[in-house]
Nanobody, 125 residues
Framework: QVQLVESGGGLVQTGGSLRLSCAAS????????MGWFRQAPGKEREFVAR????????RYANSVKGRFTISRLNADNMVLLQMNSLKPEDTAVYYC??????????????????WGQGTQVTVSS
C-alpha cells in the first residue's frame, strides 16, 4: 500500500525558514515525478514545486521562486521542500504528491496519483 507522509510543518515568523519532508513507502518512486502543493483556507489546492525522477527538471510556482527549493533523496524515497524568507501568504496545508504516469507539466492536481495527508505551515506577521 502506497503511503506518503509529510513532516516539518509548524509555526514560524515572517522571514523564517522551514524544511518539509515527505517519505514514501509501499513502492519505490525513484523514477517518478514528485511535487508539493498547498491549500489555504477557502482556496483551491495550488502547485508549489515539482521535481523529475532524476532531479534534473525542477519547476516552481512564481510565488515561491527564489525562496523555496525542492530536492529529492531517491535512496530514501523522499522529497524535501526547503522554504526560506517565509511570508504570511505562505500559510497553508502543504501536501506532497507523486505521479506514476506520463503527464504534460506535472503542475496540476490531476497530474498526481498519490497524496500525503498534509502538514500545516503557519507564518505569523
Amino acid at each position: 500500500q502506497v503511503q506518503l507522509v509529510e513532516s516539518g510543518g509548524g509555526l514560524v515568523q515572517t522571514g523564517g525558514s522551514l524544511r518539509l519532508s515527505c517519505a514514501a513507502s509501499g513502492r519505490t518512486f525513484s523514477s517518478s515525478p514528485m511535487g508539493w502543493f498547498r491549500q489555504a483556507p477557502g482556496k483551491e489546492r495550488e502547485f508549489v514545486a515539482r521535481i523529475s525522477g532524476t532531479g534534473s527538471i525542477i519547476r516552481y510556482a512564481n510565488s515561491v521562486k527564489g525562496r523555496f527549493t525542492i530536492s529529492r533523496l531517491n535512496a530514501d524515497n523522499m522529497v524535501l521542500l526547503q522554504m526560506n524568507s517565509l511570508k504570511p501568504e505562505d500559510t497553508a496545508v502543504y501536501y506532497c504528491a507523486v505521479s506514476t504516469g506520463y503527464r504534460l507539466g506535472y503542475t496540476e492536481v490531476h497530474d498526481y496519483d498519490y497524496w500525503g495527508q498534509g502538514t500545516q505551515v503557519t507564518v505569523s506577521s
